[in-house]
T-cell receptor, first 110, second 112 residues
Framework: QKEVEQNSGPLSVPEGAIASLNCTYS??????FFWYRQYSGKSPELIMS????GDKEDGRFTAQLNKASQYVSLLIRDSQPSDSATYLC??????????FGKGTRLSVIA | DAGVTQSPTHLIKTRGQQVTLRCSPK?????VSWYQQALGQGPQFIFQ???????QRGNFPDRFSGHQFPNYSSELNVNALLLGDSALYLC???????????FGSGTRLTVV
C-alpha cells in the first residue's frame, strides 16, 4: 500500500463547478497535510495546509481532514480554466520529509 | 526576499556521465530537501540536508549523493547516469521543524 494515494484522473469539471480532489494516507501517525498545485513543467506551489480534523477555507479553496478515515480532500469552488493543473497531496509525520502522492490532474472546461 | 534558486534549468547528459545540480535556499531557511519527479509521477524524496549533514535519505542508490555548504546552499550529484534518471529534480528549502517547504523551479535532466 502506497503511503499517499490519489486518483490520477484526469478529473474534468465545467467552469464554475466545484472540483473535489481526494487523497488517502496509510500512516495513522501522520500529522501535517498539504495540497500543492503544479502546472505542467513547473514546480509545486503550496495552496493549502491542514493539521486538525475538520474544514479549512481559504478563498475558493477548502481543505477537509478526517484522521479517523485517513482521508484528506480539497474542494475548489467556482472552478476556473486557470485552475487546470495537477494537484499533489503531501503528508508528513512530525519532523520527517514530505511524502507526496502521484497527483490528480484537473481539467476545467470553459 | 529571494526564493529557492536552482541551476541549471535544463541539462542533457549521456549515459554513464556524472551531473551536479545546485540549489540556493530561501533566505532564512536552513534545510534543503531534494526530490526526483518522473513524468506523470509525484515527487520522490531523495535526501535532506541540515547543518551540512545528510539528515534523512529516501530509497535511492549510492549513485545519488549530495552536499550542503555553510551558507546552506546544496548540491546534488548523480554518477553513472542511467536513462531512468531522466526527470525533473526539485530542491525544497525549509526551516528545520517547520512544515513549510518552498520549492525551486527545478532542473530538467535528460539522459540520452
Amino acid at each position: 500500500q502506497k503511503e499517499v494515494e490519489q486518483n490520477s484522473g484526469p478529473l474534468s469539471v465545467p467552469e464554475g463547478a466545484i472540483a473535489s480532489l481526494n487523497c488517502t494516507y496509510s500512516d495513522r501517525v501522520s500529522q501535517s497535510f498539504f495540497w500543492y498545485r503544479q502546472y505542467s513543467g513547473k514546480s509545486p506551489e503550496l495552496i493549502m495546509s491542514i493539521y486538525s480534523n475538520g474544514d479549512k477555507e481559504d478563498g475558493r479553496f477548502t481543505a477537509q481532514l478526517n484522521k479517523a478515515s485517513q482521508y484528506v480532500s480539497l474542494l475548489i469552488r467556482d472552478s476556473q480554466p486557470s485552475d487546470s493543473a495537477t494537484y499533489l497531496c503531501a503528508v508528513n509525520k512530525g519532523n520527517t520529509p514530505l511524502v507526496f502522492g502521484k497527483g490528480t490532474r484537473l481539467s476545467v472546461i470553459a | 526576499d529571494a526564493g529557492v534558486t536552482q541551476s541549471p534549468t535544463h541539462l542533457i547528459k549521456t549515459r554513464g556521465q556524472q551531473v551536479t545540480l545546485r540549489c540556493s535556499p530561501k533566505s532564512g531557511h536552513d534545510t534543503v530537501s531534494w526530490y526526483q519527479q518522473a513524468l506523470g509521477q509525484g515527487p520522490q524524496f531523495i535526501f535532506q540536508y541540515y547543518e551540512e549533514e545528510e539528515r534523512q535519505r529516501g530509497n535511492f542508490p549510492d549513485r545519488f549523493s549530495g552536499h550542503q555548504f555553510p551558507n546552506y546552499s546544496s548540491e546534488l550529484n548523480v554518477n553513472a547516469l542511467l536513462l531512468g534518471d531522466s526527470a525533473l529534480y526539485l530542491c525544497a528549502s525549509s526551516l528545520l521543524g517547520s512544515d513549510g517547504y518552498t520549492f525551486g523551479s527545478g532542473t530538467r535532466l535528460t539522459v540520452v
